[in-house]
């Protein structure tokens, strides 16, 4: 198979970050959408995925944890990218020739006090990359974008101003999804298990499932809830935990949970990424 890696949005996006990053020999495959990112895989037009889980600033990822549990792919790592904002203009502009940027909504929101200072109004555009494209198109000094470093090398855009992002921790957490489990063996160190469980409607049924991780001594680091089917009953809860499945304290918990559950099902074993420990 090909050494490629696809991923959503325009060349230049801040996922093509993550997959350069990460995999700087493979081939990153711009797609229109997770779905279509996650096509790439099934039909094997990719040998992996990068796909957006959350942002240290605005939380999750609109419909991700919707996703995940149907791509029929296996999570076999994890990559942390720095968001840096750059103001990005036509060759020859400056600062004081532009009097609008564009880009996603989120990154607006993130340089709204860059913006103010400077008297440039927002204008929100399809997404990061595209607008970069766009603004390279129009060829006008009045009109800027706000993306990152490697889509103004994309688009052969000028940096007016760099890191101009009003959050100096602004971080994206992103997971690479595979055909096959790539799980490390049992007792290795830093691991990291994700999995997604509905728990059965009988009372307090999340308390309990929760209390085989509390009396194991394993430490859950994300746990979030979201509806499925247009349900207000049907509950499922997404989970990262710090260890292997076949751990003892992580196997005990694990049972523990599956009894007070409908449906488990783990989503990935994978090593911790490096990025874990510098901000520990």
Do not use: W
């Not at 990112?37 to 942002?55: C, H, I, W």
């Not at 939380?59 to 995940?68: N, S």
């Not at 509950?235 to 003892?248: L, N």
Request: hydrophobic content about 40%; some cysteine.
């Amino acid at each position: 198979m090909a050494k490629i890696i696809s991923f959503q949005g325009e060349p230049g996006a801040y996922s093509h970050q993550a997959c350069t990053e990460m995999f700087p020999d493979m081939e990153a495959m711009p797609c229109p959408s997770f779905e279509s990112a996650v096509a790439a895989v099934k039909e094997g037009r990719a040998s992996l995925a990068m796909l957006p889980v959350e942002n240290s600033t605005y939380g999750r990822v609109a419909d991700i944890h919707h996703l995940l549990p149907d791509t029929g792919l296996h999570i076999i790592g994890e990559h942390f990218v720095r968001v840096h904002i750059n103001l990005l203009g036509v060759p020859g502009a400056a600062i004081s020739d532009v009097k609008k940027a564009m880009s996603h909504t989120v990154l607006l929101g993130q340089c709204r006090s860059f913006l103010k200072k400077h008297g440039i109004a927002p204008i929100t555009g399809v997404d990061t990359a595209g607008s970069a494209q766009k603004v390279a198109e129009m060829g006008d000094p009045a009109m800027a974008a706000l993306a990152s470093p490697l889509a103004g090398e994309i688009y052969h855009l000028e940096t007016l101003a760099a890191h101009i992002e009003d959050q100096q921790n602004n971080t994206t957490r992103f997971l690479v999804m595979s055909p096959d489990a790539v799980s490390p063996p049992a007792g290795s160190k830093d691991i990291m298990t994700t999995f997604v469980f509905q728990v059965r409607n009988i009372p307090a049924a999340l308390y309990k499932a929760m209390g085989g991780f509390a009396t194991n001594g394993v430490n859950m680091t994300k746990l979030e809830s979201y509806m499925i089917d247009g349900s207000f009953t049907a509950t499922q809860f997404y989970a990262d935990i710090d260890g292997h499945p076949e751990d003892p304290p992580v196997k005990r918990a694990l049972e523990e949970l599956a009894y007070f559950t409908n449906n488990l099902d783990i989503l990935g074993v994978y090593p911790k990424a490096a990025f874990r420990k510098s901000v520990g």
